[in-house]
C-alpha cells in the first residue's frame, strides 16, 4: 500500500522509500558471506537499524541465512539478555518451522537437557513445546539450537555496548558461545564509539578483534538530494535542490533530524506544487513550536544560571570553542573559567546529556533542534542558515570526516 507520506521516521523502511546505502549493504553481505563478524558503529539517529532491518530484506541475506534482531537496548543484566534474546528467537521462523522444530523437540527431549526453574533450580517436568512463551531457554540451549540449523544464521546484538552496564561479566560469558559458533554470523550494533572500541580494539578484551569494525556515516548530500527529489516526484509533488541542501546543512546529516524536516516538508507541500526553503522552514518552525514545551521543560530542569548561560553560549555559538577565554566570558557574562568547566562538566554528564564534545575542545548542542529553538527565540535564525554550511564542515573536519562522506552514491 502507498503511504500517504514517503519520509519514514520509524526504523522499518520499506526498501522503495529507503535511501541509497547501497555501498553499506554490499559491504555488509560481503562481510558476511565471506564468514567475518561485523561490528557497526555510529552516532544516535544514523540508520544503524535501519540498515540492518534492510540488510535482512535483501534477497541474499533473506533466502540464504536465518535472521534474528535482538536489540537490547534498555536491557539491565544477563537475564533482561536472555529474555530479547529468546524473544527473538521465539518469533525466528527457525523456531516455527516444522522440522527445525522436530529437531529441537528431539534435543529438549534428551533427558540430559532438562529445563529448570529459574527461581529455585529445582527440575521441572520435561516441558514440550505446545506453549513456547513459556518456555525458558538458557544461552547454551539457544545457541546449540542454531548451531544445529539446516541454513546458517545472522543474528544482531543491537545496542550491544550496553551489555558493559551489566553487573555479570557479560562479555566474557557470551563470547565464551559466539567464539563456538560455526554456523552463525554475528552482527554487534551500538552508537556509544568508545565503548564499542574498548570492547573491540583492546587487547585482553573478551571481544578483541573478533569482528570487522565498521563505521556508519551519514548519509551523502547527492544520495539524499536524488532521493528526496524521487520521493516528491512519485507524489507528483517537487522541491528546490535548496532547500534539501538548507535541512541537510542545518541538520549536519542526521538521518531522524532530515527525515523528520522533510517529512513535514513533504506534507505542506500540494500535489502539482514546488516545496521552497520557506516549506521547509515552516516544517521546522512547526516542529520548533511542538516541542517548545519540552525544551523549557529542559531549562528549568537546569539547576543553576551558570549552566544555562552555558548552554545559551554554546546554541548561539553553534559550535563553541574558547569557552573559558576571557573574550567569551564577557560576552556571555560568564563568572569565571571554572564555574564554566563544572557547568560543562554537567551538560555532557549522563543526567542532562544536552551538549557533545566535538573533537577536543568543541561544543554542540546535542539536540539540534534545541540549538534551532533559541536561535528563533533570538531572533537569529537567518544567521543559522548562512552559518550552517561552515559549521557543519568544521564540524566533520574536527571529527576526522571530510565533508563528503566516502559512501557518496552518484
Ligand atoms: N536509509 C534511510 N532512508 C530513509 N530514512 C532512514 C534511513 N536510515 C535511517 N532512516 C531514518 O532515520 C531514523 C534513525 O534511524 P535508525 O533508528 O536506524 O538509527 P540508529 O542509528 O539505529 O539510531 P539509534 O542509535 O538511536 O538506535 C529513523 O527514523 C529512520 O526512519
Ligand atoms: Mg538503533
Known amino acids: 500500500m502507498t503511504p500517504d507520506n514517503p519520509f519514514f521516521i520509524t526504523a522499518r523502511i520499506p526498501d522503495p522509500y529507503f535511501c541509497d546505502r ?24 544514523i540508520g544503524k537499524s535501519s ?48 522440522k527445525t522444530m522436530k529437531k529441537i523437540k528431539a534435543y529438549f527431549s534428551n533427558p540430559y537437557f532438562s529445563i529448570s526453574d529459574s527461581l529455585n533450580g529445582t527440575p521441572l517436568p520435561k516441558i514440550g513445546f505446545t506453549a513456547p512463551h513459556t518456555v525458558e531457554y538458557t544461552l547454551q540451549e539457544m545457541f546449540d539450537v542454531l548451531e544445529k540449523t539446516d541454513k546458517p544464521n545472522l543474528v544482531v546484538f543491537d545496542e550491544f555496548q550496553q551489555i558493559q552496564n551489566y553487573p555479570q561479566r557479560a562479555a ?98 500540494a500535489p502539482r506544487e514546488k516545496a521552497s526553503q520557506d516549506t521547509a522552514l515552516s516544517a521546522i518552525f512547526e516542529i520548533l513550536e511542538n516541542r517548545e514545551q519540552d525544551f523549557r521543560e529542559k531549562m528549568n530542569e537546569l539547576d543553576n544560571q551558570k549552566e544555562r548561560k552555558t548552554l545559551y553560549c554554546i546554541a548561539r555559538e553553534g559550535l563553541a570553542t574558547g569557552l573559558t577565554s576571557s573574550q567569551m566570558l564577557k560576552q556571555y557574562q560568564l563568572d569565571n573559567a571554572s564555574s564554566v568547566q563544572n557547568a560543562l562538566k554537567n551538560l555532557c554528564g549522563d543526567k542532562l546529556n544536552l551538549v557533545s564534545r566535538v573533537g577536543k575542545n568543541h561544543y ?39 565533508s563528503a562522506p566516502p559512501s557518496q552514491s552518484i
Open 364 to 402: 554542540r548542542l546535542q539536540d539540534r533542534f534545541f540549538e534551532l529553538w533559541f536561535a528563533k527565540t533570538d531572533g537569529r535564525f537567518d544567521e543559522k542558515i548562512s552559518t550552517a554550511k561552515d559549521a557543519f564542515d568544521k564540524e566533520r573536519a574536527l571529527t576526522g570526516v571530510t
Open 22 to 45: 547501497k555501498a553499506e549493504t554490499e559491504q555488509l553481505i560481503d562481510y558476511i558471506h565471506n564468514g567475518y563478524n561485523v561490528v557497526l558503529k555510529a552516532p544516535r539517529r
Open 172 to 269: 566474557a560469558i557470551l563470547r565464551s558461545y559466539t567464539q563456538q559458533m560455526n554456523n552463525t554470523r554475528f552482527i554487534y550494533s551500538g552508537s556509544s564509539r568508545h565503548l564499542l572500541q574498548t570492547m573491540f580494539e583492546v587487547s585482553g578484551e573478551p571481544f578483541y578483534k573478533s569482528a570487522m569494525p565498521m563505521n556508519l556515516d551519514i548519509i551523502s548530500l547527492s544520495a539524499y538530494r536524488e532521493f528526496c527529489s524521487s520521493m516528491f516526484h512519485l507524489y507528483k509533488k517537487e522541491i528546490d535542490a535548496d532547500a534539501i541542501d538548507m535541512v541537510y546543512n542545518l541538520f549536519s546529516g542526521n538521518t531522524y533530524d532530515i527525515q523528520v524536516v522533510m517529512k513535514g516538508t513533504f506534507a505542506q507541500t
Open 51 to 98: 540498515l540492518i532491518r534492510h540488510l535482512f530484506q535483501q534477497p541474499e541475506i533473506k533466502s540464504r541465512y536465518n535472521t534474528l534482531y535482538v536489540d537490547i537496548f534498555g536491557s539491565r543484566d544477563l537475564s533482561d539478555f536472555i529474555n530479547e534474546f529468546q524473544r527473538a528467537f521465539l518469533a525466528a521462523p527457525i523456531a516455527k518451522g516444522e
